[in-house]
């Protein structure tokens, strides 16, 4: 995105695709043009200025201003990514370059990485399973944490903190380089408290809920974040090794977890930072290896990955249905590990850039506890790629690749371990039946660069795959904190999509002025894709457990829509802006035929006004309204939500105290009229629980 690259003020100089030294200067067009000529994607990519500047909490709160990007909030300090309406296992989230593996299939956890370790962002928005295999259906986040130290030693410390939730941070780095070994450490700590929202009550399934000084009890949390990185970089070699680990512990709102609460004898309202049950702790744990070598046209690379996942939710031991009393609060115990490998190269000849590759993933879950959703299960997969981008002039590429991936999945079987009378008879129930699935798939793309005058046009066309799940095959339980029963479904088949999307980049001239001159830039991402196969949870009138059941399903989808964005550069000071986006979807087959899909995203814009301090962008105050349209297009009984508005205010600063210090303040406040509204994305709205209400977002850093 053009405006964002400005903003950010970013330039990477590339090692190679995995290591970077980033720079603040200011960001010419034709720097711009070269990006946008990289790939046929459509993406966007913002740097560590950009993501400090516009800090507003967890890391997808602070990249939503993005074109397409959302952040699915879940109640608990956290949020998820979504790209074009699409998130969880359609959404590839990688880690210089390993996607990174918790249990994405959770809608109450967010992103188990440290925010503050973080570089560069890049944004991939549409299909790129070609380069990353399955879950990339829908787009990747990447996120780079290794760049190289250019000086002896050099550091940060930076205090933060939220007014809604009483959140309060520090996040700390140190590194350094000698001749060509270089190391790097971050650490970050938070604590938050229960966070507000503008109502006294809400409503539960009739019922109403009043709040305490309008906090949703036990939303409290804490996050720890530690890594360490060590390594070498030499001309024609660099190898680094990272470990870093993640913790997080969070509340679940009280009341969300079932009317029983209201006989519970834990007094909620006691403190507003207390965590009390029912509540999940998250550990992350994650060992990176990446080793490049090259020498003329001619380069290789080689990445591994150890990571391992363990979420446990706790609850109070309370009998449901023909359940006796648990014997502990421990409801649900989750233990994934994750083996990753990836091989690449890269050969330069005449007009031509190939590149090949070779990935391997095994994992293996192991559940636990007295509650039961998903089974235990190993899957695998290894995929082989190979791709070629030609010149045929500086302002028109041409590239084109295809991908060839193999899965197996084995699901193990479970049955309760509670008798339930059947008839004149006790037996243990099979939640899940031991299967073993295997799935083959073949994709391709295709794309096309082209640059005329003050134009820049791409296209990108292909095929995309995603393998279904663990939890699409085998789930069968309740899961409370989204208030719904889920049930798998065996027979699933591979999710594939078609898509076709493209960017118009236009950039005018300098117009005089006595300002210094007028800029404008526009900017269209169209896109349309069909899924023959899409797998999605599929909303019923029935009820299980006296929860409504929903129940994983396929059918045929098409999906198209739009982001477009125009920016006024008015002297060295002035910009003004103002973006929106639209995403339609319909059902093709099915029993919910000619509906939409569940939880779909409305359309929004946003228009703001940014006022510059200095030509380079070290310092900025802004204005923004962001406005979304209200939800009618939804999947019976999924019920409508209004449209609404927040006014919002950014601002940033550098200030230089020596030649080796800087200090930089960014200061976000959304919601700034304390609005009442709901995200038509959000679970919290099916119990009439609002957004929460205005929050101020303050940081404070020092570079030395």
């Known amino acids: 995105m053009i405006v964002n690259l400005l903003t950010a003020a970013l330039m990477a100089v590339a090692v190679n695709d995995s290591t970077v030294t980033l720079q603040s200067v200011t960001v010419s067009g034709q720097q711009r043009r070269n990006y946008q000529m990289r790939s046929s994607h459509s993406s966007v990519q913002v740097g560590r200025e950009y993501i400090g500047h516009n800090f507003a909490g967890s890391l997808m709160q602070t990249l939503e201003g993005l074109p397409g990007v959302k952040a699915m909030a879940i109640g608990s300090g956290q949020s998820k990514p979504v790209i074009r309406g699409l998130g969880f296992n359609r959404l590839a989230v990688t880690e210089d370059g390993i996607k990174h593996e918790g249990q994405q299939w959770g809608d109450d956890h967010g992103l188990e990485i440290d925010q503050f370790a973080i570089d560069r962002v890049e944004v991939i928005k549409g299909p790129a399973a070609l380069l990353y295999g399955s879950d990339a259906i829908g787009g990747v986040l990447s996120l780079y944490t290794n760049h190289v130290p250019v000086e002896p030693f050099s550091g940060s410390v930076q205090l933060f903190g939220r007014s809604n939730n009483e959140q309060v941070g520090l996040s700390a780095k140190v590194e350094g380089r000698k001749g060509n070994f270089f190391y790097r450490a971050n650490t970050t700590l938070i604590d938050y408290a229960d966070y507000r929202v503008p109502t006294d009550s809400i409503q539960y399934y009739s019922y109403w809920i009043k709040l305490h000084r309008q906090r949703l009890r036990n939303t409290a949390g804490c996050e720890r974040d530690g890594s360490v990185m060590l390594g070498y970089a030499g001309y024609h070699f660099h190898t680094d090794v990272r470990l870093s680990d ?96 990836l091989l690449g190269v890269r050969y330069a000849v005449a007009n031509h850039a190939l590149r090949g590759g070779l990935s391997t993933e095994h994992q293996h879950n192991r559940r636990s506890g007295w509650g039961f959703i998903i089974p235990d299960f190993e899957t695998s997969s290894t995929g082989a790629y190979i791709t070629d981008r030609y010149t045929v002039r500086d302002n028109l590429i041409v590239n084109a690749g295809m991908r060839l991936d193999y899965a197996r999945t084995h699901i193990h079987g479970y049955e309760d371990w509670f008798a339930t009378p059947v008839g004149d008879k006790r037996v243990y129930l099979q939640r899940s039946a031991d299967q073993r699935r295997h799935f083959t798939s073949f994709t391709w793309s295709a794309g096309v660069n082209y640059s005329v005058g003050q134009w820049v046009v791409k296209a990108n066309v292909g095929k995309s795959f995603r393998v279904p799940i663990p939890k699409e095959l085998g789930a069968d339980g309740v899961n409370y904190h989204i208030f719904r029963y889920e049930r798998g479904n065996a027979e699933l088949d591979p999710e594939q999509s078609y898509q076709l999307d493209a960017t118009f980049s236009w950039t005018s001239r300098p117009l005089a002025s006595r300002c210094g001159g007028v800029v404008l830039e526009v900017q269209l991402e169209p896109y349309v894709n069909y899924f023959p196969n899409y797998i999605y949870l599929n909303p019923t009138s029935d009820y299980v457990e006296g929860l409504q059941l929903y129940h994983y399903t396929q059918a045929r989808v098409l999906r198209w829509g739009f982001e477009a964005e125009a920016t006024c550069h008015v002297g060295r000071h002035w910009e003004a802006h103002l973006q929106g986006e639209y995403l339609y979807a319909r059902q093709q087959s099915g029993l919910k035929k000619g509906y939409t899909l569940p939880f779909s995203t409305p359309w929004s814009t946003d228009a703001g006004v940014k006022y510059l301090f200095d030509a380079k962008g070290k310092g900025f105050v802004g204005l923004n309204a962001h406005v979304v349209g209200s939800q009618h297009e939804i999947v019976p009984p999924e019920m409508p939500t209004d449209g609404y508005w927040t006014l919002n205010l950014s601002a940033g600063k550098d200030f230089g105290l020596s030649d080796r210090m800087r200090l930089n303040v960014a200061l976000h406040a959304d919601n700034l009229l304390n609005r009442r509204y709901y995200d038509h994305t959000s679970y919290y709205r099916l119990i009439d629980v609002p957004e929460p209400g205005r929050n101020i977002s303050v940081k404070v850093g020092l570079e030395f």
Request: no cysteine.
């Open 246 to 341: 993640s913790y997080s512990k969070s509340g679940f709102f009280a009341n969300a977890h079932g009317l029983e609460v209201r006989l519970s004898d834990i007094d909620y309202d006691r403190s507003r930072r207390d965590i009390d049950l029912p509540h999940q702790w998250v550990n992350h744990l994650k060992v990176l290896s990446h080793t490049s070598w090259r020498t003329g046209d001619l380069s290789a690379e080689l990445s591994l990955a150890y990571q391992n996942n363990l979420r446990e939710e706790r609850s109070e031991p309370i009998s449901h249905g023909y359940m006796p009393t648990p014997p502990d609060s421990r409801e649900r115990r989750f233990n994934k590990s994750t083996y990753t490998g």
